[in-house]
């Protein structure tokens, strides 16, 4: 074969594998346009609002407090759009701003229902005026909660309603073994602590169906522990044969008490209780 001859041959190949090439690109474009096409049209009927429409919720926790019916109206309130196209995220705010709800988590179910898993609060302490702390000590607000009055009372600045919740547990356990129960903590401006103490039910209370009368102990800002170590030892030795008759125990002495009895005036003077460390 000449050189002219290869050299026509070749030519003949470069141009057939140019026709290849531009085959192959024109049916890859033309699947990717025909493939576009289609996910375009089923997703526009997916999304159509009226294809797939939610008009089912399920709910599920133990509702004590949150109305179910009230709960099942918020969600379907709250659904914009079909299975497909309904903001969860948005959903879920909306079921996390009733009353009583502590977690909420929202999904679909196939192919028209809603699901909702509610977990409700548990307050465990009233705080402040009105309002009431939750396991986590988050400061909330609930209605009708005329229930739970009977809860310990804690009152001070917002930014310390944990350490004060964690600081009751522990100090309820230490009060219960000389049997004493805090009813109330205040935590003032100047982080002075007074508790509100319950004794138990003695015999004279029961038997002039009476309630136990409460005392305060004012505990200051500083050596907070130890004073109360120091009340819980006289306590136990000397002033639960006199509990009936306390009124307020001041333990911001250093190595002593002060003791006011329901027999014994008011101080004329008496100190403001974080005036004194």
Known sequence: ???????RRERERKVMRRLRFRRSTLLVTATLLMVTTIAAVVADRLFLPSAFQLDQVRLEGTFEHVDPTELRNKVLTAIEGNFFAVDLEHVEHVVLAMDWVYTATVRRVWPDSIHVKVREQQPVARWGRGNWLNTDGEVITLTAASDLKDLVHLDGPPRVSREMLDRYRRWQALFASSGLKIKGAKLTQRHAWILTLLPKATAANVAFAAAPPEF??????????????RFIHSYRTSLYAQVDAL???????????????????????????????
């Open 247 to 277: 009124v307020r125990i001041d333990l911001r002495y250093p190595n002593g008490l002060a003791v006011l009895r329901r027999s014994e005036p008011e101080p004329k003077n008496k100190s403001e209780p974080d005036m004194q460390t």
């Open 216 to 229: 305060e102990i004012l505990l200051g800002n500083r050596h907070v522990e130890s004073r109360l170590q």
């Open 1 to 7: 074969m000449t050189q002219r001859a290869l050299a």
